[in-house]
Nanobody, 120 residues
Framework: QAQLVESGGGLVQSGGCLRL?????????????MGWFRQAPGKQRELVAV???????NYADSVKCRFTISRDNAKNTVYLQMNSLEPKATAVYYC??????????????WGQGTQVTVSS
């Protein structure tokens, strides 16, 4: 079993910044794609950014040039640096990771979510 634990959410004023972190733990053999999704009230969960094990990144058009995803493979951790935040970024942010555990099973895992609120 693998677990993902997020941190770094909170309340910030419009134009401000936050850095989210997500650490994977458990009986992990390999971690493939890691990423961030978000779900605003009354809306579907949507992709924010993903990063492959090799470092290739993809972003939602709405966050390009303002958000940066990165990962530290030695720490099994993925980060999301969010700059120039706007109120429309308010959502619960979820970490995702494609993980192969020590028993060789492979599946997607989700964190519990962290609230990001941007005030105008």
């Amino acid at each position: 079993q693998a677990q993902l634990v997020e941190s770094g959410g909170g309340l910030v004023q419009s134009g401000g910044c936050l850095r989210l972190s997500c650490a994977a733990s458990g009986s992990i053999s390999s971690i493939y794609t890691m990423g961030w999704f978000r779900q605003a009230p009354g809306k579907q969960r949507e992709l924010v950014a993903v990063i492959s094990s090799g470092g290739s990144m993809n972003y939602a058009d709405s966050v390009k040039c303002r958000f940066t995803i990165s990962r530290d493979n030695a720490k099994n951790t993925v980060y999301l640096q969010m700059n120039s935040l706007e109120p429309k970024a308010t959502a619960v942010y979820y970490c995702y990771a494609d993980i192969r555990t020590s028993d060789l099973a492979r599946s997607g895992s989700w964190g519990q979510g962290t609230q990001v609120t941007v005030s105008s």
